[in-house]
């Protein structure tokens, strides 16, 4: 029995907070599940330490994705963060990662064949460093206006 969106994306966020809260030196690595029609729900782990190798790994499941079309339901993707706010009027063109407001999150993002949803969870941490908590991001994020590479590969598949 295949997930809704929301319950896929409820998923995500137990894995989240299953795998960091209160373990030091805890890292959630950049996953996808994959639900499929016909069999069982698949992970795959697609760690990356810099931009090339997240452009091989996006492309990797982009291809797979188009493979096996037919038999994907949908998919959710995880990975920690970094996010900050643009204002239209005075855009920086930093990268979040480059910006002194940024915020360290989990982006959680899940799509089928119609469409996705996506929420962001700040990561709360001690003076130990260790996570404590993720809190729901209070704006609400408009999948439909977000765009970029991890932006719903079924659309492309």
Known sequence: MTMTI???LQSGVDQANTVLVGKPGAELL???VIQFKDR???IIATPWS???EKTIAVEAMRMLLKIHREHVDSYLFWSEAW???EDPK???GLMPRDREDRKEVVIINAFNHAGGKMISLEIMRDDKGVVTSLVANDKEDDITALSGRLHNLLQDA
């Open 30 to 32: 950049p996953a996808f």
């Open 50 to 52: 810099g931009d090339d």
């Open 6 to 8: 929301d319950q896929l």
């Open 83 to 85: 996010q900050a706010y």
């Open 40 to 42: 069982p729900p698949t």
């Open 90 to 92: 005075h855009p920086t």
